[in-house]
């Protein structure tokens, strides 16, 4: 696609539930990364993949939290046992491989917006 | 741990004038990016400009402009001739120059232009 696309755009779930986030991005771009902003709050860093590769998952708050990107390309987050705190946007950005192309770049897709009741 | 500072929470200004949004951070790196993004209600982060450390010269895109001080570790971001189309939450960045490091937000600081 031409832009980095993520599904769904809002979810309500229940306190406990399972949740899946999904981030497809810029054809081509090797770099994914996802963030979490909660109201009036910057993104917060989770994780990042090289191709298939989780490189940094520093940001990841608990293990709770877990993402895949089986192919080098789709990224899904998912969330277990969801708990009030975790409502927020989720945001996933994608970008060239190399710094010195991008230029330090990132690309962002729209967010989806976790509601967890 | 790389922190990146916005002290102003929210900001105003009348069309057509200049306004600045303040940004300092804190790296003991050299060789880093300064950035500024802008987020719209639509929730998509845009880049705005940026800006390599290296660099004595600040960085201009047509309205937007820095204000580059690397011993004082300040990126602030000038807007002249303010549009309506301008009011977003502004998101002050940084990421190291080597390396696919992530990018590190401030806070943020919410621009309202007014008619």
């Known amino acids: 696609g031409a832009g980095v696309s993520q599904t769904p755009s809002n979810k309500v779930t229940e306190k406990g539930k399972y949740v899946e986030l999904r981030c497809d991005p810029i054809?081509?771009?090797?770099?994914l990364y996802w963030y979490r902003q909660s109201l009036g709050q910057g993104p917060e860093f989770l994780i990042y993949f090289q191709g298939t590769g989780a490189a940094d998952d520093s940001g990841l708050p608990n293990d709770r939290f877990f993402a895949v990107r089986p192919e080098g390309s789709v990224s899904t987050l998912k969330i277990q046992r969801t708990e009030r705190g975790d409502s927020a946007v989720y945001l996933c950005?994608?970008?060239?491989?190399?710094?010195?192309?991008?230029?330090?770049?990132?690309?962002f897709g729209e967010g989806s917006r976790l509601t967890v009741l | 741990a790389q922190t990146v500072t916005q002290s102003q929470p929210e900001m105003s200004v009348q069309e057509a004038e200049t306004v600045t949004l303040s940004c300092t951070y804190d790296t003991s790196e050299s060789n880093y990016y300064l950035f500024w993004y802008k987020q719209p209600p639509s929730r998509q982060m845009i880049l705005v400009i940026r800006?390599?450390?290296?660099?004595?010269q600040n960085a201009t895109e047509n309205r937007f402009s820095v204000n580059f001080q690397k011993a004082a570790k300040s990126f602030s971001l000038k807007i002249s001739d303010s549009q309506l189309g301008d009011t977003a939450m502004y998101f002050c960045a940084f990421m190291f120059y080597s390396g696919n490091t992530p990018l590190v937000f401030g806070k943020g600081t919410r621009l309202s232009v007014i008619a």
């Open positions: 800006q390599e450390a290296y660099k004595q």
């Open positions: 950005a994608s970008s060239i491989n190399s710094v010195l192309v991008s230029a330090g770049e990132l690309f």
């Open positions: 054809s081509g771009h090797t770099a």
